[in-house]
């Protein structure tokens, strides 16, 4: 195997644990989107006051956290597959691909803050 061979094999399997993250986060999401989705429509009366204490209960709470922060993962390595494929230039693709990581993270922690502010009043 001549040295381009293996420079090539190895540049071919980048993307497979990339790929099977993905996979995985979406096996995730599956059943928790199934059971928040359930959840919502199971309540009787969509006040605030219910909700709140829906979200107060420590297992509601700890499996919306998880869905946050599979549901946020899973779209981080989406939309890094997009930039990775229709973006050419080199320098935009970097500061694309940091600038959305940044804002997906950021929008985690606005979700998970609002999330512990709620269980904790």
Request: proline fraction near 2%.
């Amino acid at each position: 195997m001549s040295l381009n061979n293996k420079k090539l094999n190895r540049n071919f399997h980048n993307g497979v644990p990339h790929w099977k993250f993905q996979r995985i986060s979406a096996i995730i999401n599956m059943p928790l989107i199934i059971w928040f989705v359930y959840s919502i429509i199971k309540f009787s009366d969509y006040s605030h006051i219910s909700v709140t204490e829906w979200v107060k209960n420590p297992i509601n709470c700890i499996l919306i956290s998880f869905m946050f922060a599979s549901i946020f993962y899973h779209s981080s390595l989406g939309i890094q597959v997009v930039i990775e494929d229709y973006i050419s230039e080199i320098k935009s693709r970097a500061f694309l691909l940091n600038f959305s990581k940044i804002i997906i993270f950021f929008l985690f922690i606005v979700s998970f803050g609002s999330l512990v502010n709620i269980y904790i009043k």
